[in-house]
C-alpha cells in the first residue's frame, strides 16, 4: 500500500526528529543510552496483538480445564448410576436387552445431561458477555458461529465421557448383575 508506506516514511522521520530533540533536552549524548523511548502506533499495534493472543491462549486453557472437569463430572454421574442400577440392568439384560440396548440408553442419559450441560454454559457465556460488554462499554459482537461450536463441542465432551459407563453397563453379566442388591 503506497499511502502506508509513505506514513511509515514520514513517522521515521520524525521518529528521528523527536529522538534528536529529547536527546538534546535531557542532554545525552549520542553514544549513550537514552531514559526515554519513541514508539509507533504499529508498536502498539503488535503489543495489543501480543496481548490478545496470549488472553486467547489462557481463556482456551481455562476452557479446556472447564470441559475435562464436566466431562469428569458427568462420567461419574453416569458410573454412580450404572453402579446403582446395576439390579435393573440385569433384569432388562436377563429379558432380552441387547447390550447395545443398554449402552444406547445410557448413552441417551448421558446426552440429556451433557445437553443440559452445554445450553446452561452457552446460556452463562452469553451472558456473561453481555454483562462485560455493558460494563466495558464495548459493542456486544457475539458469534453465532461460535456460541454454536462451543455448544456442540460441549456436548460432545459430555458424550465421550459418558461412553465409559455406558461400555461398563452394556457389558455386565446379567447373573452377576441380578445377585448384587
Same mark, same amino acid.
Given at each position: 500500500?503506497?499511502?502506508?508506506?509513505?506514513?511509515?516514511?514520514?513517522?521515521?522521520?520524525? =521518529?528521528?526528529? +523527536?529522538?534528536?530533540?529529547?536527546?538534546?533536552?535531557?542532554?545525552?549524548?549520542?553514544?549513550?543510552?537514552?531514559?526515554?523511548?519513541?514508539?509507533?502506533?504499529?508498536? !502498539?499495534?503488535?503489543?495489543?496483538?501480543?496481548?490478545?493472543?496470549?488472553?486467547? %491462549?489462557?481463556?482456551? %486453557?481455562?476452557?479446556?480445564?472447564?470441559?475435562?472437569?464436566?466431562?469428569?463430572?458427568?462420567?461419574?454421574?453416569?458410573?454412580?448410576?450404572?453402579?446403582?442400577?446395576?439390579?435393573?440392568?440385569?433384569? =432388562?439384560?436377563?429379558?432380552?436387552?441387547?447390550?447395545?440396548?443398554?449402552?444406547?440408553?445410557?448413552? !441417551?442419559?448421558?446426552? +440429556?445431561?451433557?445437553?443440559?450441560?452445554? *445450553?446452561?454454559?452457552? *446460556?452463562? %457465556?452469553?451472558? *456473561?458477555?453481555?454483562? !462485560?460488554?455493558?460494563?466495558?462499554?464495548?459493542?456486544?459482537?457475539?458469534?453465532?458461529?461460535? +456460541?454454536?461450536?462451543?455448544?456442540?463441542?460441549?456436548?460432545?465432551?459430555? +458424550? !465421550?465421557? %459418558?461412553?465409559?459407563?455406558?461400555?461398563?453397563?452394556? =457389558?455386565?453379566?446379567?447373573?452377576? *448383575?441380578?445377585? =448384587?442388591?
Amino acid at each position: 500500500n503506497p499511502d502506508l508506506e509513505a506514513w511509515r516514511r514520514w513517522f521515521e522521520a520524525a =521518529r528521528s526528529e +523527536v529522538t534528536d530533540i529529547v536527546r538534546r533536552t535531557h542532554h545525552i549524548g549520542p553514544n549513550e543510552t537514552p531514559d526515554f523511548d519513541v514508539i509507533s502506533p504499529d508498536d !502498539v499495534t503488535r503489543a495489543a496483538d501480543q496481548t490478545s493472543k496470549i488472553l486467547t %491462549g489462557l481463556l482456551a %486453557g481455562i476452557a479446556a480445564v472447564s470441559l475435562l472437569v464436566g466431562g469428569i463430572g458427568i462420567m461419574n454421574i453416569q458410573l454412580v448410576s450404572v453402579a446403582e442400577r446395576t439390579h435393573e440392568i440385569g433384569i =432388562r439384560a436377563a429379558i432380552g436387552a441387547s447390550p447395545g440396548q443398554i449402552m444406547r440408553q445410557f448413552l !441417551v442419559e448421558s446426552c +440429556v445431561l451433557s445437553g443440559i450441560g452445554a *445450553a446452561a454454559g452457552v *446460556a452463562l %457465556g452469553l451472558a *456473561a458477555a453481555q454483562i !462485560v460488554a455493558n460494563f466495558m462499554h464495548w459493542p456486544s459482537v457475539i458469534s453465532a458461529g461460535a +456460541v454454536i461450536g462451543s455448544g456442540l463441542f460441549g456436548f460432545a465432551v459430555g +458424550v !465421550v465421557f %459418558g461412553y465409559i459407563p455406558a461400555l461398563r453397563a452394556a =457389558r455386565l453379566d446379567p447373573i452377576v *448383575a441380578l445377585r =448384587r442388591e
